[in-house]
Nanobody, 127 residues
Framework: QVQLVESGGGLVQTGGSLRLSCAAS????????MGWFRQAPGKEREFVAA????????YYADSVKGRFTISRDNAKNTVYLQMNSLKPEDTAVYYC????????????????????WGQGTQVTVSS
């Protein structure tokens, strides 16, 4: 059974930084392409960033490009989301997601591309 556990959320001021982590309890982490999504109150869950199994390909939402960086450490079964220059509109619950679908056959930004989801971690950016 695949379990994804996010951590690292919290309260930060505008312009600040946070690093989210997602630890995966899987036998072979390199079988999984990973993504981050977020959901603000009253809004639909939206794509943030995705990374392929090796870390060689990354994909970002336009709203976070240049501010957020996704990375992974396959030796630690962990994917990260470094968030810099945070804005109040970044406030949301952030979810980690994983999939065994081929990177070249999936839409990295698509919710339905992912088989597994974490429980989420709250990020609040104060103005």
């Amino acid at each position: 059974q695949v379990q994804l556990v996010e951590s690292g959320g919290g309260l930060v001021q505008t312009g600040g930084s946070l690093r989210l982590s997602c630890a995966a309890s899987v036998r072979t982490f390199t079988n999984y392409n990973m993504g981050w999504f977020r959901q603000a109150p009253g809004k639909e869950r939206e794509f943030v960033a995705a990374i392929n199994w090796s870390g060689s390909s990354k994909y970002y939402a336009d709203s976070v490009k240049g501010r957020f960086t996704i990375s992974r450490d396959n030796a630690k079964n962990t994917v990260y989301l470094q968030m810099n220059s945070l804005k109040p509109e970044d406030t949301a619950v952030y979810y980690c997601a994983g999939t065994t679908r081929s990177w070249y056959l999936m839409r990295p930004e698509g919710l339905h591309s992912y088989n597994y989801w974490g429980q989420g971690t709250q990020v609040t950016v104060s103005s």
